[in-house]
Structures are given as structure tokens and as C-alpha cells.
């Protein structure tokens, strides 16, 4: 068992398509804007041609549909909870009935309503991890905490923070790995025994682990101090995004097509 | 704020990120370790920056990455789970802010920190259930008692955290001697 095998940190594609040369900074705050809108549309066919367009996206960034449908796994119990429960319960018109259960024509209206709108709520969030890479969502996310540095907020200490537990990610993975192995070799037994037993037999994994996360971090801050690192004091960047063209269109046409189906919607 | 202190929050970040994938493999519930790094980032960290390294964790996980056991993304809010999640900072803190490297002060702090993930956890079940599911008692009754099973797994990680933050702390983070 090989913990790097089954995780799969950044679900990011770097290619080169429309979505994926917009901003960050647009990106985030669109799909943001578009999560919330998502609950302002209360009927059925307006938030059908959401998720059109939101499949035209997805077709624009070469998302693959396998990974689309991969993300709906965590919401997957909450889709199948909500159809059983709308389908039986909703009163009207009956098409249906079995065992003392009726389904009713509402009942299959309000189920597909309340899945897709599910569906929707994870491919825009699915679209945008493929199309951004992390390091970009987190400057997207220093660049709308910027304002909060007034009141003290430390935005640029937090997004820093987060470029180096990404960072760290992959390297903290491979010496878990290791600290199993080099147990599993000294005799560790992981997977026998009671419930208690195994989750002590991760005691000797946890321990060293917590130690060389120590020792990491105590050999970064005399690495980045003697490169004259202060905390707080202003950083510059190797690559400024810029504000383009593409972005400007890309809000017009998200506006637009927002008012569109909100029209729609109560009419 | 400190350089190392500023690494360490970051990397009790990773290790959060790497505890939810570090499983027992367990027949049927599947355990993970979240929680005791929450906790632990408690101990070593203290009651200021424990917490900002499990904030800082869901934050990446809600703007999208998968850092969460079933991936990441702001649906997460969802999840009948996600009162879990939400209660990783306050355990944090709880943990960090009763910690001392006395025998008894010790027990309370990690189940304080336990006992406030659980409670948090069970509260935003079942008020998420009984919010998407209408008036389903019944359905939202069954859940939390499968749930309150649950909190046996929650001890055991308890536990674990108790032994290593006694082993450890002489050593690192805020109670070093």
C-alpha cells in the first residue's frame, strides 16, 4: 500500500485553453458569484440552460467527463437521500404507485430540480480546480483578503502559509510513506487485530512523523531567514497576473447570461 | 509572528491534508486521523496558531482543492459530515487553550477537544438532514444514533493524541521546557 498511489493532491490539468488563461482572480470570484446564484434560480428550465452553459464550460477547459462524474462522489449519498425523499413524498398529480408508494409527476419535478442544482453546484467548483492551479487560487484568494490587512488582518502571512503546506504536501506524503515502510520492516502490524490495537499501531507512524515535521520546519525558517525573510513586510512576485481582455469578456458574457436566466426564471 | 512559527502553522496545514488520507482500514466506518491533528496542532502549536492552521486547512478545502477526505469544493458545506470539519479549529483551540504538561490537565484539554468535535459534528448533521429532508424525524433520529457510534472512533483518536502529545510536547511547540 503505497499512500501516494491513492491520493491525488491537485486535481489541476496545466493546458491551454480559454478557461484556463483567465485570471484567477476572475475565475474564483465568477464561479463564487455563480454558487450563489445557482440558489437565487427557483425553476426547473432556467437552471436547465445553466447547466448547458456551465457544460459549455466545461467543454471550453477540456474537463473530461469521467472527472466531472468523479466529483460528485461526495455529494453522491446526499443526490440518492433527496430523489428517495422528494420522489415518495411530494404531493400531486399520481403516475405511479407500488407497495402503498406513490410517485407523483411533482415528485420527479422537484427531484430533478434539486439534483441538478446539486450537480451544478459541483461542476462549477470541479471546472475551476481543473482550470487553476493552486498556487494561483491562493493569490487569487491573498488578492481578495488584501482589503482586510487594514483592520490587521495578516492576508499575506496566510496566503504564504498556504503555498508552503502545499508545498509540503507531497514531501510530508513520501516520509509518511517511508516511516511505514521502515515500521512495517521493524515488524509493525498494521492491519490486524481489534479497532484499539490498529489505531495504536499508528502511535510509532505519528510520532516520528510529528518530529521530522518539526525538524522541516525549523530547518525552512533558518533557510528562508538567512535569505532575509521578515515576516510582514511587503513580497513581490515573479509573475504578476494581469487583468486582460479575455477577462473583461468573460464577465460580460457571465453577466449576461446570469440576467438572462434570472429573466427567465420569474417570468 | 515569528518565521518558524509561520512554517509550523503551514506545515501542521499538510499534515491535517495528509490525515485525512492516512486511514485505518477499518470494516465499514474508515478512520482518519483529522481530528487528532487538530488536536495536536492544538498542543503544539497553542490557542492562537493551532486554530489558524485548521482554519487556513478548510479554506483550501472550500475554495476547491481536494484536500478533504472525498475531495474538496465549496459543496462540501452539504455533507451532513462537514460539522466535523467545522469543529477542527474550535477542538484546536479548546485543546491549545487548557494544555499544560500536568498529568490530569492533560486528559481534560484532548477530551474537551473531542467531546466539542463530536457535539459540533452531531448538531450539524442532523440539522442538515432536517434541513434537506423536510420534517423527517425519523430518518434524522436513525442518523445521529448511527452517529453516536461514531463518537466511539472519536475516543479512540483521543487517545492517540493524549500519548503522542505526552511524549512530545517536553520537546516541541508552546510547552517546551
Known amino acids: 500500500m503505497s499512500l501516494a498511489n491513492f491520493v491525488t493532491i491537485g486535481q489541476f490539468v496545466p493546458l ?9 482572480r476572475v475565475k474564483l470570484l465568477l464561479s463564487l458569484v455563480l454558487l450563489v446564484f445557482i440558489f437565487v434560480v427557483g425553476k426547473l428550465l432556467p437552471l436547465l440552460a445553466l447547466f448547458v452553459l456551465a457544460m459549455v464550460c466545461a467543454a471550453l477547459a477540456k474537463v473530461p467527463l469521467m472527472h466531472l462524474v468523479r466529483g460528485m462522489r461526495p455529494i453522491l449519498i446526499l443526490i440518492v437521500l433527496t430523489v428517495v425523499i422528494q420522489l415518495f413524498s411530494t404531493s400531486g398529480e399520481p403516475l405511479l404507485s407500488f407497495w402503498g408508494l406513490t410517485i407523483t409527476k411533482e ?91 490498529r489505531a495504536k499501531s499508528f502511535i510509532p507512524v505519528l510520532i516520528p512523523l510529528f518530529v521530522s515535521a518539526f525538524r522541516r520546519a525549523d530547518e525552512l525558517a533558518d533557510a528562508m531567514e538567512s535569505r532575509c525573510f521578515i515576516t510582514g513586510e511587503k513580497r513581490s512576485r515573479l509573475h504578476v497576473p494581469k487583468l486582460g481582455l479575455n477577462d473583461f469578456v468573460a464577465v460580460a458574457l457571465c453577466v449576461v447570461a446570469m440576467a438572462g436566466v434570472y429573466v427567465w426564471s420569474i417570468l | 509572528m515569528k518565521t518558524r512559527d509561520l512554517i509550523l502553522v503551514a506545515i501542521f496545514v499538510s499534515l491535517s491534508v495528509i490525515s485525512a488520507f492516512l486511514r485505518i482500514p477499518l470494516p465499514g ?67 491549545g487553550w487548557l494544555w499544560d504538561n500536568q498529568g490530569w490537565k492533560k486528559i481534560i484539554s484532548v477530551a474537551a477537544g473531542v467531546v466539542v468535535a463530536f457535539a459540533i459534528g452531531i448538531a450539524y448533521t442532523y440539522i442538515c ?47 517546551r521546557q
Open chain 2, 29 to 95: 466506518l474508515p478512520l482518519t486521523f483529522q481530528l487528532a491533528t487538530a488536536i495536536a496542532s492544538g498542543i503544539f502549536l497553542g490557542k492562537a496558531l493551532g486554530p489558524a492552521s485548521q482554519g487556513i486547512y478548510l479554506a483550501l478545502g472550500l475554495i476547491g482543492l481536494p484536500v478533504f477526505t472525498k475531495g474538496g469544493g465549496i459543496m462540501y458545506v452539504l455533507q451532513p459530515s462537514f460539522g466535523y470539519l467545522l469543529a477542527l479549529p474550535l477542538s484546536s483551540f479548546l485543546t
Open chain 1, 16 to 24: 491551454d485553453t480559454p478557461i484556463h488563461r483567465l485570471d484567477p
Open chain 2, 129 to 175: 438532514t432536517y434541513f434537506f429532508l423536510g420534517n423527517q424525524k425519523a430518518i434524522a433520529n436513525i442518523l445521529s444514533v448511527t452517529l453516536l457510534l461514531l463518537f466511539a472512533k472519536d475516543i479512540i483518536l483521543g487517545y492517540i493524541i493524549y500519548i503522542i502529545g505526552s511524549v512530545l510536547s517536553p520537546y516541541y511547540g508552546k510547552n
Open chain 1, 107 to 197: 415528485g420527479i419535478l422537484v427531484s430533478l430540480f434539486v439534483v441538478l442544482r446539486l450537480i451544478l453546484l459541483v461542476s462549477i467548483s470541479v471546472i475551476l480546480t481543473y482550470a487553476t492551479s493552486p498556487l494561483d487560487l491562493t493569490f487569487a484568494l491573498e488578492s481578495f483578503m488584501l482589503p482586510l490587512k487594514r483592520i490587521g488582518f495578516p492576508a499575506s502571512e496566510i496566503a504564504l502559509m498556504m503555498s508552503i503546506a502545499l508545498r509540503f504536501i507531497p514531501t510530508l506524503l513520501e516520509e509518511t510513506d517511508k516511516i511505514i515502510k521502515a515500521q512495517t520492516s521493524r515488524g509493525a502490524d498494521f492491519s490486524s487485530g481489534g479497532v484499539i490495537a
